[in-house]
């Protein structure tokens, strides 16, 4: 019984706020190292693609962003329809601090996708099945974030953005398989959880340094928006008005 109060104890917005405080700093740390990493590496051990030359280092970039944009809308979805189903106001508010992450990395891979289409494609954009789908998951980043904003009653407003994130995850799975289900340009999964890798070792190596700097990054930017939702709807609170007074009273 101890421990489940202290593992529940840990959705108090207030011992939230305390720990993602500490975190936030050691994850943006993490973010910039493992990114200067991964950066060298697959810009300057990896070796030259036979086929795409130089062009191709985008992928370290491109894949991880992808990979994130999927999967932090998933994230997003799950604590949004956990704070719609059990009334949870933390976990509605990390939904809410998410959705911009998400919404930057599917930009960042719609981008970086168009410099890897233009030498490998002839063009910046096509309208195939892989990149269709993503840009609709930018769509749904941006419904989401302009749904919960729109509502001014906050939990009318997480309710309806949980219920249109539960719905858009559906997109999901048609982003992973599209490149099997259609005929596309876009090449298939550059690594497969049923096959050994094919690229080589320093390209797989750059590839996982960058996702996990892109997850650290997430971690951070999500706990420091977090902070700032909880304040803002916890501004009533005993505790937050006990944390903000001594910068009142500094105040002249």
Not at 96 to 106: I, N, Q
Not at 132 to 138: A, F, G, K, V
Not at 201 to 213: D, E, R
């Amino acid at each position: 019984m101890t421990r489940e109060l202290r593992f529940f104890s840990l959705a108090a917005p207030s011992r939230f706020y305390r720990v993602a405080g500490w975190l936030a700093p050691w994850c943006y740390s993490a973010a910039l190292l493992l990114a200067l990493a991964g950066l060298y590496v697959g810009f300057m051990v990896a070796p030259t693609d036979a086929t795409q030359g130089e062009a191709y280092r985008i992928i370290f970039v491109h894949v991880p962003a992808a990979w994130m944009s999927m999967v932090l809308y998933l994230v997003m979805a799950f604590w949004a329809v956990i704070g719609w189903a059990f009334n949870a106001r933390l976990a509605s508010m990390v939904a809410r601090a998410l959705a911009p992450t998400g919404a930057m990395f599917t930009f960042l891979a719609l981008w970086t996708g168009a410099f890897w289409g233009k030498p490998t494609w002839g063009t910046w954009w096509v309208w195939d099945a892989r990149l269709t789908s993503e840009l609709i998951l930018l769509f749904l980043y941006f419904g989401y974030m302009a749904l919960v904003s729109a509502i001014e009653d906050t939990r009318r407003a997480d309710h309806a953005g949980a219920l249109l994130a539960l719905v858009g995850a559906v997109n999901i799975p048609v982003i992973y398989f599209s490149v099997r289900w259609w005929n596309t340009l876009h090449q298939g999964a550059t690594i497969s959880m049923t096959a050994a890798p094919t690229m080589a070792h320093t390209m797989l190596t750059a590839m996982l340094l960058m996702t996990l700097a892109f997850w650290a990054y997430a971690f951070a930017v999500v706990f420091v928006r977090t902070r700032a939702l909880i304040l803002e709807r916890e501004r009533g609170s005993d505790w937050v008005r006990a944390l903000l007074q001594p910068s009142k009273e500094a105040t002249p």
